[in-house]
């Protein structure tokens, strides 16, 4: 079975601190694509950074960057500098290569406080 | 360009109502996706069609759920008999043609949040 897990329900954080989103995933395929997509009180699905299962260099997007370890199946999501702006729901997804489906994880709700 | 474009925003309906909500795909695009989001949870993938075609609806409730994406207009999901359960948010998103959207997530519509009361 395709899975996505994201261990924190909740997190929250001082404006202008860094925070990291934790993201695991069950696959047996090869080749996917992972996604970061941002879900703010608007319910707009807001894709905030993407990964090729087959690039080894993390993808970077401004101030949101990620940590991809194929073999731990892992791709957690570091924000910098966190602003107001960035509070959200945080959905982590991936998709087989060939598939049609998006497959997400439960979701972490990230607070940033002034 | 508008981009993928939901309507309703909100539906309200009782029990045993029939919900219509509505998807019309970004300009140039001839595939749909439905995905369906329960409260405090990620989406979950419902259907996928082309136009006049669905190609995979295994994630479709067995009963009272359709959908359909005609010729000519936008793609309707239909619930009929709507229970509490079926209270949740509803997104539709859109690609080009099969495996160009895959890269890149897709775009999503803003979804149509159902209640039933």
């Known amino acids: 079975a395709q899975t996505v897990t994201q261990s924190q329900p909740e997190m929250s954080v001082q404006e202008a601190e860094t925070v990291t989103l934790s993201c695991t995933y069950d696959?047996?395929?090869?080749?996917?694509?992972l996604f970061w997509y941002k879900q703010p009180p608007s319910r707009q699905m807001i894709l905030v950074i993407r990964?090729?299962?087959?690039?080894?260099q993390n993808a970077t997007e401004n101030r949101f960057s990620v940590n991809f370890q194929k073999a731990a199946k892992s791709f957690s999501l570091k924000i910098s500098d966190s602003q107001l702006g960035d509070t959200a729901m945080y959905f982590c997804a991936f998709i087989i290569q060939g598939a049609q489906k998006l497959v997400f994880g439960q979701g972490t709700r990230l607070t940033i406080n002034p | 360009n508008a981009g993928v474009m939901q309507n309703p925003r909100h539906l309200v309906r009782r029990r045993g109502q029939e919900a219509r909500l509505r998807c019309s795909p970004m300009k140039g695009h001839s595939h749909v996706y439905w995905y369906r989001q329960l409260p405090e949870e990620g989406l979950k993938f419902m259907v996928y069609l082309q136009k006049e075609n669905i190609i995979d609806e295994s994630g479709m409730p067995k009963e009272r759920f359709s959908a359909e994406f005609p010729k000519e207009g936008p793609s309707i999901l239909r619930i009929q008999q709507v229970v509490r359960g079926d209270s949740a948010a509803y997104f539709c998103?859109?690609?080009?043609?099969?495996?160009?959207?895959?890269?890149?997530?897709?775009?999503f519509g803003s979804g149509t949040r159902l209640t039933v009361v």
């Open positions: 990964q090729e299962a087959y690039k080894q």
């Open positions: 696959t047996s395929e090869n080749n996917y694509y």
């Open positions: 998103a859109s690609s080009p043609s099969s495996g160009q959207g895959i890269p890149y997530g897709y775009t």
